[in-house]
């Protein structure tokens, strides 16, 4: 499912990558975030379905501080879940990572 939400049209439009990638390096990605200390990757659920991600880098030039990158399954766009995943999100990551600035 993140790869399909990854090559998405409107989520590459909003992506640093705005290419299209394949599964391979999209396995590489994956395994890169999943094993680095300063990269969390969170996966949002409701009622059983996947509805999100949201990802906190650690940005080197400032201690404490987290880059944070969103994306909502496609057609739950527009409704609203994105706002409500991302609250979550930072909150949980705040209390357990202990992020000054996200």
């Not at 766009?77 to 202990?98: D, I, K, M, N, P």
């Amino acid at each position: 499912m993140l790869w399909l939400w990854r090559n998405d049209p409107v989520t590459r439009r909003a992506s640093r990558t705005t290419e299209a990638i394949s599964w391979t390096v999209h396995e590489r990605w994956l395994a890169s975030v999943t094993s680095s200390p300063d990269r969390h990757l969170l996966i949002a659920e409701a009622d059983g379905l996947l509805i999100g991600t949201v990802k906190f880098d650690r940005r080197q030039t400032e201690p404490g501080t987290y880059e944070i990158s969103i994306n909502v399954r496609p057609d739950s766009r527009g409704s609203g879940v994105g706002r409500a995943v991302l609250s979550t999100a930072c909150a949980e990551f705040a209390a357990t990572q202990g992020a000054g600035r996200i």
